[in-house]
């Protein structure tokens, strides 16, 4: 038999080989984990943030002074009223500074109606400049204020309802401490905590979205023309 034959020969066993041979499976494809998914909140209720690892978290807001406005003797009383509220802290908690885009659709609202009323064109003309000015910083999210929390957290057990009471209790006195300092300050309720969240989560959409007012809020819907698709 010549290597010729000897070749075709090998060629046509490996051919009827492979065609016997079941299919390779195919591993099952794994799923993309959803957006969801990465956020690590549960819920947000009864003024308290429900963390999926099983922790619950409560935010003070402190509103901020200027202290470069102060006399020399004021600014050291402000900083020892300060120094005592935080020795008093005996739990962990965090301090949180975030810049939250200002609203200024009140006040796009507000020139609109005068554009409306002006008398003359000129006035209308330079309203119309400033409504544009103002809607420009509104989305590019120039026009910007910074907001302050303490955060405290707590890890949930079997007494879940006494762990819950005892957060919101740590928060309200350090609320009242820090206001007792001189610094305004009170716990953030459901609506705050999730303006927090949806800041912290999308700084570029809070330029010119807000985050929903209750856990029920729906998408919008837009609705078509009637007949539109008949």
């Given amino acids: ?36 998914s990465w956020v690590p909140i549960k819920d947000i209720h009864n003024n308290i943030i429900y963390r999926k690892d099983n922790v619950i978290v409560s935010a003070v807001r402190v509103q901020p ?13 402000k900083i020892k009223q300060l120094e005592e509220v935080l020795n008093g802290i005996d739990y962990k908690n965090q301090t949180l500074s ?47 204020e910074r907001h302050f929390y303490i955060l405290i957290d707590q890890a949930l057990s079997k007494k879940a309802q006494h762990e819950e009471q005892v957060l919101l209790q740590k928060a309200l006195e350090l609320a009242n401490g820090l206001t007792h300092a001189e610094l305004l300050s009170h716990v ?34 837009f609705f078509a023309a009637e007949g539109a698709y008949a």
Avoid: W
Avoid at 119 to 128: K, P, S
């Fill in 1 to 36: 038999m010549s290597i010729k034959e000897r070749l075709k020969q090998h060629a046509k066993g490996a051919q009827s080989k492979s065609a016997g041979a079941p299919p390779p499976v195919k591993s099952p494809a794994a799923k993309e984990p959803s957006s969801q």
């Fill in 65 to 77: 002074i200027n202290i470069a406005l102060l006399s020399e003797n004021e600014q050291v009383r």
């Fill in 98 to 144: 975030i810049a939250k885009p200002v609203d200024l659709d009140a006040y796009i609202l507000g020139l609109e109606q005068m554009k409306q009323e002006a008398d003359t064109a000129l006035i209308a003309r330079l309203l119309n400049g400033y409504i544009q000015q103002a809607a420009s910083k509104a989305t590019s999210g120039e026009a910007l």
């Fill in 188 to 221: 953030c309720n459901d609506n705050e905590l999730r303006d927090l969240q949806f800041i912290f989560s999308n700084p570029n959409q809070a330029a010119y979205e807000r985050a929903p007012l209750n856990s029920q809020s729906l998408p919008p819907v």
